[in-house]
T-cell receptor, first 110, second 119 residues
Framework: GENVGLHLPTLSVQEGDNSIINCAYSNSASDYFIWYKQESGKGPQFIIDIRSNMDKRQGQRVTVLLNKTVKHLSLQIAATQPGDSAVYFCADPDGQNFVFGPGTRLSVLP | GAGVSQSPRYKVAKRGQDVALRCDPISGHVSLFWYQQALGQGPEFLTYFQNEAQLDKSGLPSDRFFAERPEGSVSTLKIQRTQQEDSAVYLC?????????????????FGPGTRLTVL
């Protein structure tokens, strides 16, 4: 299937700083993306989604940017908190199911 | 509880043993998915049910893997003659309705997973 991949496997940020997690995709026909957060010992949890007719969507402290020209999306977390420490996945629906990237581990430093 | 639950949370099996993993989806959810998540990787699709019908099992890695959802609610993933490469977290997810043009992917909810370790 098409690949949904992440640029960096780990990211460490200071508490209070902004975090940016990147994701590249190869299926130019993809029209919907989801970001998931997975804490240790838990299943993935929906954070935010974006459709291909948008280039930006904002939630509470999170913003997703979509650049269809270069097939890239990013998740921005404002004022990163210790509770944001987790693995973040972008996912691309492929028929009934999702294709997940390998994930980026975000560590928040005190 | 309102979420997806899975049991057991942890399972240790000796190579060659059979295991059965249970998923209790959110009540009334039509669609149910199983994913396999290897250490340090993203979840990978195994199989999909719409009610009791298994509509897609293309992700099952071998014929040792079998899933069922006989009454359209609880589902069981069975792995026969477990091998070390089967060690992973097995995630279940449910969605309130089947995939249609109007359905929302963001309505998919994941359970906490079962961590299977095969020795």
């Amino acid at each position: 299937g098409e690949n949904v991949g992440l640029h960096l496997p780990t990211l460490s940020v200071q508490e209070g700083d902004n975090s940016i997690i990147n994701c590249a995709y190869s299926n130019s026909a993809s029209d919907y993306f989801i970001w998931y957060k997975q804490e240790s010992g838990k299943g993935p949890q929906f954070i935010i989604d974006i459709r291909s007719n948008m280039d930006k969507r904002q939630g509470q402290r999170v913003t997703v940017l979509l650049n269809k020209t270069v097939k890239h999306l990013s998740l921005q977390i404002a004022a990163t908190q210790p509770g944001d420490s987790a693995v973040y996945f972008c996912a691309d629906p492929d028929g009934q199911n999702f294709v997940f990237g390998p994930g980026t581990r975000l560590s928040v430093l005190p | 509880g309102a979420g997806v639950s899975q049991s057991p949370r942890y399972k240790v099996a000796k190579r060659g043993q059979d295991v059965a993993l249970r998923c209790d989806p959110i009540s009334g959810h039509v669609s149910l998915f199983w994913y396999q998540q290897a250490l340090g990787q993203g979840p990978e699709f195994l199989t999909y049910f719409q009610n009791e019908a298994q509509l897609d099992k293309s992700g099952l890695p071998s014929d040792r893997f079998f899933a069922e959802r006989p009454e359209g609610s609880v589902s069981t993933l069975k792995i026969q003659r477990t091998q070390q490469e089967d060690s992973a977290v097995y995630l279940c997810a449910s969605r309130p309705r089947e995939l249609t043009a109007a359905s929302s992917y963001n309505e998919q909810f994941f359970g906490p997973g079962t961590r299977l370790t095969v020795l």
